[in-house]
């Protein structure tokens, strides 16, 4: 019985997880600004395992119009019209990022990029609105498929909040630091690589299970974007 390597390609049917974390104006991602988003990918061992790699973060600057809740500014502690703020638009700051998802789904011959979040689908509706609005037209991201690491940390460690989870999964956490995009997406991609790793041995036997099958009817993945 042959099985193919372990890759990125077969660990996740064709995506490429890349952990994503915004911090924004308030909770409507029609209305409320986009302040400041990261993105951290994940890097395959030899093995197979998962661990965190590079991260990048920017400041964003508000877009036209934008709603600012002051209790979601009271959270975040972003001054978004602070003087020495480093911010670019909406369009940079995305371009920017796509850019490095288009070129790391390339190196890894995934079809495209799946977003991975703490109560993802908050940020991937953060992230297709801002497409929206820029009229981005080469978004690597799937436009509705995500991994929620609340999920995630429900299933492993009986726990759906940041922070429980990843102390429950034996990592530190820093409260000055969070609420930060860089900070909470680096802990979501580590909490994100322990889960996966500790299911490796689940992974193994269903590949094990589906290579004795033989070739399975699937329903065909929608085509990348080019």
Not at 34 to 40: H, N, T
Not at 123 to 142: W, Y
Request: aromatic fraction near 10%; proline fraction near 6%; charged fraction near 20%.
């Amino acid at each position: 019985m042959q099985i193919a390597p372990i890759t990125f390609a077969t660990r996740f049917r064709g995506f490429l997880p890349v952990v994503v974390d915004v911090e924004t104006g308030g909770f409507n991602c029609q209305t409320d600004a986009l302040l400041e988003i990261a993105a951290v990918f994940v890097e395959m061992r030899s093995d197979g395992t998962l661990a965190r790699g590079e991260t990048f973060r920017y400041h964003v600057i508000p877009f036209p119009g934008s709603n600012l809740e002051p209790a979601s500014m009271a959270v975040t502690g972003i001054d978004p019209h602070h003087p020495l703020r480093p911010a670019i638009s909406e369009e940079d700051a995305l371009q920017r990022i796509f850019r490095e998802v288009r070129n790391a789904v390339r190196a890894a011959d995934c079809s495209r990029a799946v977003l991975v979040g703490h109560n993802a689908f908050f940020d991937l509706n953060f992230l297709n609105a801002a497409v929206q609005r820029t009229q981005i037209k080469r978004n690597p991201f799937h436009p509705f498929t995500s991994f929620d690491t609340a999920t995630l940390g429900g299933v492993a460690f009986g726990q759906t909040v940041l922070m429980r989870a990843t102390l429950a999964a034996g990592l530190e956490w820093d409260s000055s630091s969070a609420h930060s995009a860089a900070y909470d997406a680096e802990r979501t991609a580590d909490l994100f690589c322990i889960v996966c790793n500790q299911f490796q041995n689940v992974f193994d036997a269903s590949r094990r299970r589906l290579a004795s099958m033989g070739p399975l009817e699937i329903e065909p993945e929608a085509p990348a974007d080019p």
